[in-house]
């Protein structure tokens, strides 16, 4: 079948047309790439739509659950996990899928994006860091490097930034995946690795906000941020082997931890059943 038109094909069965299009997201935003690798994904795995549910939060990021054609709940702020994970312990069987981004997950929302690792629950969430507050109108997050600039800090960041998959990872998630809005292809896998891993799976994808962060950052355009990805990604089986100082403005891409750990509702169901039948 012909790309394109496998392509459209795909749009018109997993996106709900009557649903504010045109977008609200920027020219050059990568939030609409990501969206499309989570929907290939989706397709690719065979999923039924009834068996998906979307999860979102307030922000930009929080818009991709409006305009997908599955069980999907636009949450309240910093709280998409919250909702997701009553979800998901009502009925394990979902694909509980839960987009954030870096303010949302990291700020507002960081004590539950810990303790979700923590507990091991079985959601795959989607990390959208494009470093900035976009929707709120610029402010700087937990993700704003040291040093860039922002509508709350216009003489530079002094804050050091939170390594969003060195967090999950230590807090205990079974999967932790790193992509970029660029490396498309590469985000599908991710996404559908993530999607299919049991416990608590995370992907940060770096995805560019020029109007927000690279106009104050100086970049030119959007395709300079593009490059920007492009230059500084490195698969994790090299950056394993790099030192510190090969490291530098450098960031690592793939997969950062690959467990089998069973989920917390996994473990809630076997206990129930062990109870029921007067286990122990």
Known sequence: MNKIFEGNQIIHQYLRHNKKFPHVLCPGCGHGIALGSLVRSIHGLGL???????????GCSGRLAVYVDFNTVHTTHGRALTFAT?????NPKLNVIVI????????????HLIHAARRNIGLTA????????????GQSSP???????????????LEKSFDISELVKVAGANFVARGTSFHAQQLDKLITSAITHPGFSMVEVFSPCHTQFGRKNKYKGPVDMYHGLKKGAVPMER?????????????????????????LEERYYDLKARLAGGGK
Do not use: H
């Not at 009553?86 to 009502?90: A, C, L, P, V």
């Not at 954030?100 to 004590?111: R, T």
């Not at 900035?132 to 109108?137: E, N, P, Q, R, S």
């Not at 950056?239 to 989920?263: A, C, H, L, Y």
């Open 143 to 157: 993700a704003t490097p040291a040093g860039s600039f922002s509508m709350t800090t216009p003489f530079g960041q």
């Open 239 to 263: 950056w394993n082997e790099m030192s510190e100082k090969q490291r530098e403005g450098k960031f690592s891409t793939g997969v950062i931890v690959d467990n089998v750990e069973p989920g």
């Open 86 to 90: 009553g979800i998901k312990m009502s």
């Open 126 to 137: 989607l990390v959208l860091n494009n470093n900035i507050y976009g929707m709120t109108g």
């Open 48 to 58: 039924n739509k009834d068996d998906v549910c979307v999860v979102a939060g307030i």
């Open 100 to 111: 954030m981004g870096d303010g949302d997950a990291l700020s507002i929302g960081g004590n």
